[in-house]
């Protein structure tokens, strides 16, 4: 079985079968299907785009405060939810970062981020401390509310919800190594070197920007590293 076809299994179980994940599956046989299709994503990088070295500046649309420390970007955001560009245009990614709420609600990262009309549209991977739960699903940007679900996409159908989520117990003042492969309209959510969700967008963006976003408090994103990986066939 050669790269591609195991990669297309693996997201053929991932995105038919979601039982397999709740528990009607011995668990260890999830783990080790994990395990061994991580290193296969892995191999597909072509070229690292950008890592926490390379970010020395950044920039902001909002009323948010970011600043760049030792390696570090901390964001903080009032009422309001901010964020940040930290690549210009990137399309099949596999993203890592450490995430790190001290005060905020909700942290995380927007990939592909396009100007439509007088809305800015992308795919938000949301932590979200104050309800404890991993988000992922298309969103919408303005400057008056931040980054929110975008009520013209549905991604979860039996709920009739926009955004994808599970539940994690997210604590603040904690570390969390984040990996994220987009890979055209799939989307892998790995945290702790854990997987904990693959969804499928047909809606989002093909490409775009990428972007740190902070609601409500202070967060810090650490040990970033983007790299271009090949996509699906």
Not at 85 to 97: S, Y
Not at 173 to 194: G, H, L, S
Request: charged share 20%.
């Amino acid at each position: 079985m050669n790269d591609s076809h195991a990669d297309r299994v693996a997201h053929y179980f991932l995105t038919q079968f979601p039982d397999l994940i709740t528990g009607n599956i011995h668990w260890m046989t999830v783990i080790d299907l994990y395990l061994r299709y991580l290193p296969v994503l892995e191999k597909l990088e072509t070229c690292v785009r950008l890592s926490s070295v390379d970010i020395h500046t950044i920039k902001s649309r909002d009323q948010g405060q970011w600043h760049c420390i030792s390696n570090s970007i901390i964001g903080t955001a009032g009422v309001v939810g901010t964020s940040c560009d930290i690549l210009d245009d990137a399309q099949n990614v596999h993203i890592q970062f450490t995430v790190k709420s001290a005060t905020a609600e909700s942290a995380g990262i927007t990939l592909r981020y396009n100007k439509n009309n007088k809305n800015y549209h992308g795919v938000l991977l949301n932590f979200d401390f104050a309800h404890k739960r991993i988000e992922i699903g298309c969103s919408r940007n303005n400057l008056f509310a931040g980054w929110g679900p975008d009520p013209d996409v549905v991604v979860n159908l039996k709920n009739m919800q926009p955004w994808d989520s599970c539940n994690y117990d997210l604590q603040k003042n904690v570390d969390y190594y984040v990996r994220c492969f987009a890979r055209n309209e799939f989307f892998e959510v790995y945290v702790n070197d854990t997987w904990v969700s693959t969804v499928v967008l047909d809606n989002a963006p093909k490409r775009g920007g990428i972007q740190l976003a902070v609601a409500h408090g202070q967060a810090f994103f650490s040990n970033i590293r983007i790299a271009d990986i090949e996509p699906l066939d």
